[in-house]
């Protein structure tokens, strides 16, 4: 008997691409001025748009770990969470992430997050998109290291 195939609806959120730590909220533009390319950085816009319409929403990170890692993010405003309330929930988690990695003592990190952890650090970081499932009330982050992005490997920007 052939199972029904199951749809879950989700939507790609309207967040650029930006560096994980940051304080600032811009997002590389390439130009390209007779042949020559060059990359700038501009302002984020509509960083107080709602684009969920809820007080709090899970958010589910995996990249660079092994296991996934889970938090909740709230909004500031009253009729929502915004642009600006994801990204800082995506960066203060992956902060989180990393410090609670670093004070584990060795035995208990696997040689594939230490690896990872030295390959990918947080510097390095980029939010490349957000995806939002609203049937489970969570957002995904898709993230990667600037080594893979500048290789020319999902070049965002």
Do not use: W
Not at 80 to 86: D, E
Not at 147 to 152: D, N, P, R, S, Y
């Amino acid at each position: 008997m052939n199972q029904p195939d199951t749809f879950v609806e989700f939507k790609l959120l309207d967040i650029p691409p930006t560096k994980v730590r940051s304080s600032k909220y811009e997002t590389p533009i390439l130009t390209l001025t007779k042949g020559v390319a060059a990359i700038d950085l501009f302002p984020i816009q509509k960083l107080n748009e709602i684009l969920i319409p809820k007080s709090g929403i899970m958010l589910s990170l995996r990249f660079p770990f092994e296991q996934p890692f889970g938090c909740v993010i709230h909004g500031d405003d009253i009729n929502g969470i915004t642009k600006k309330n994801i990204i800082d929930g995506i960066r203060k988690a992956y902060r989180q992430m990393y410090r609670h990695s670093r004070d584990l003592p060795s035995k208990q990190i696997s040689n594939n997050t230490s690896i990872e952890l030295i390959a990918y650090p947080l510097k390095n970081l980029i939010i490349e998109s957000v995806i939002y499932y609203p049937e489970k009330d969570t957002i995904k982050a898709r993230i990667e290291g600037l080594e893979k992005v500048i290789t020319g490997q999902n070049f965002p920007f």
